[in-house]
């Protein structure tokens, strides 16, 4: 919810009380220097100990309800049957209208299912933004994945409501190019986590239905983000304001021929799942999900988080729950628009994002921008954010950098956790950052896995640039901080 002050500013307003805390400190800045040296300069490799705020994403690390923990408490366990699956197939049918549901550990698993049965080589995926795990599995499957967006999503600095839609016109171009039957599916990221989790509108998810069943092309829908597009559709996308997330939710979803999700976001628990109204599709998933997954009704996952999802599901149709991240997301990046950061706007589904190709526009892009405000971002705060650049791009067949089309650190707010005063200070220490940011260098990989190097690469500071940043925040603040 949102609340305009009696001075007019309008600030975002929780909807529920804090009952349960978890501590978390402050260390210095020297240790934070050590700590960020240890970790190879990848936030990734960087312990909870070591950190102020945990930014580094959304994914799992939401706040529960008091109703999701209570249900965890009467899950079912037995292996086969589990009453815990019928209810989260109930969630299903009520909230998205599908037959079907396939329980998986989470969301890459689902991907992995879809790459094993759909996807084969030589094929081209479609779709409107890759997201990392996504490009891996399909591109293992022996693929092409190729995003068909509009000019508007690489703009940093937008008023569109609708960064995430797909280019119809593309679209049909690619199909003539590739050939309908060799493109399994066009698959739209709702929202689009890697260019700062921008929506889709449904007119243009209408209009993608539209041209994929004139060409019998399946469409695969990733909702790990759902309630916050279907937030957005009520907030920006004409005619929608008096629908219900519900309402939005079950007209999206009337256009998906496959529909999958990491329930680590919108529903707030850890898992995922395949859901679809074609048994055929069902079917042949089935016959996988106990090789990598487990049996029908658990896919992996814990029964108690099944239970939780089964709750998640019907409470982010409230709409209150489905805004809490984008009303703190739009309240952070406007502090940060109002500071002179150069954030990403308008603001998005998942996380505030900065454009580190205009913060450290000194850095050379081989330096990986992106990657170098993360460090320097968490030697300044004690924040702890996440590297959407080239970094998270792994190399060519020839071995070059492929230079990422953004280059963003993404705070990640995850829902119901942080509080106004902590968006306040994480503002602050980046504005401080700014004015100093011709501190900040460039990194250099010293170890770097083939796969995925994101997660596990190490590498280090040039020329050293983490220590003069590290002396010049304590001549300005202190030991202390
Ligand atoms: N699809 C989207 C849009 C995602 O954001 C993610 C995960 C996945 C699929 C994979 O799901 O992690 O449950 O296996 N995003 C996380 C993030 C990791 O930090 O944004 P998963």
Redesign the pocket.
């Known amino acids: 919810m949102k609340v305009k002050l009696s001075s007019g500013y309008e600030i975002p307003i929780e909807n529920h009380k804090v009952r349960i805390v978890q501590r978390t400190d402050l260390v210095p800045v020297t240790r934070r220097l050590e700590a960020i040296a240890e970790a190879g300069y990848n936030t990734f490799l960087l312990r909870t100990k070591d950190l102020f705020l945990d930014m580094l ?3 799992g690390t939401n706040a529960m309800s008091d109703n999701q923990l209570a249900a965890m408490m009467v899950s079912d366990d037995a292996y086969a049957g589990c009453a815990s699956f019928y209810k989260l197939a109930d969630a299903v049918k009520d909230v998205l209208r599908f037959d079907h549901t396939m329980p998986v550990h ?4 689902a ?1 992995h299912l879809l790459a094993k049965v759909f996807v084969k080589p030589g094929d081209t995926v479609l779709m409107n933004y890759h ?1 990392t ?2 490009k891996a599995h399909f591109e293992l499957a022996g693929a092409k994945v190729l995003e068909i967006y509009t000019d508007e999503m690489m703009k940093t600095e937008s008023t569109h409501p609708f960064k995430g839609n797909l280019d119809l016109q593309r679209f049909k171009d690619c199909i003539k190019k590739f050939g309908a039957d060799k493109i399994p599916f066009v698959r739209m ?1 709702a929202t689009t ?1 890697l260019v700062g989790g921008q929506p889709f509108s449904l007119k243009n998810l209408k209009e993608v239905k539209e041209i994929a069943s004139a060409n019998g092309i399946m469409l695969v829908f ?1 909702g ?2 759902l309630s916050e597009n279907a937030y957005f559709i009520k907030m920006r996308e004409p005619g929608y304001s008096g629908k219900t997330i519900q309402e939005i939710i079950w007209e999206l979803m009337q256009y998906v021929d496959l529909f999958y999700l ?1 329930a ?2 919108s529903t707030s628990v850890r898992g ?1 799942m395949i859901c679809t109204n074609r048994k055929e599709y069902y079917d042949r998933l089935l016959d996988w999900l106990p090789v990598y997954e487990g049996f029908s009704t658990y896919g992996g996952m814990s029964t108690k988080e099944i239970e939780a999802m089964a709750v998640g599901l019907r409470e982010m149709t409230d709409v209150n729950v489905a805004g809490a991240g984008p009303e703190f997301i739009e309240y952070f990046v406007k502090r940060m628009v109002e500071s002179g950061l150069p954030a990403v706007t308008p603001p998005g589904g ?1 996380a505030a994002h900065l454009d580190a190709k205009r913060f450290v526009s000194h850095v050379p892009v081989s330096g990986y921008q992106a990657g170098a405000l993360a460090a320097a971002i968490y030697i300044a705060s004690g924040v702890r954010c ?1 590297e959407r650049g080239t970094i998270s791009n792994d190399r060519a067949p020839d071995g070059s950098d492929v230079y990422a089309d953004l280059e963003l650190a993404r705070l ?1 707010l995850p829902r119901r956790v942080y509080t106004m005063s902590h968006i306040e200070y994480v503002v602050d220490r980046l504005t401080w950052l700014y004015k100093n940011r011709q501190l900040i260098g460039g990194l250099r990989f010293v170890q770097e896995p083939k796969v995925l190097r994101f997660f596990f690469g190490r590498l280090e500071a040039l020329d050293k640039w983490d220590i003069k940043l590290a002396d010049a925040f304590k001549a300005d603040f202190g030991p202390n901080y």
């Open positions: 994403t959304d994914s989470q969301g890459r698993a991907e997201f795990t996504t990221e986590n990733d790990s983000l990491s680590r976001k995922g998942l996440m990640a």
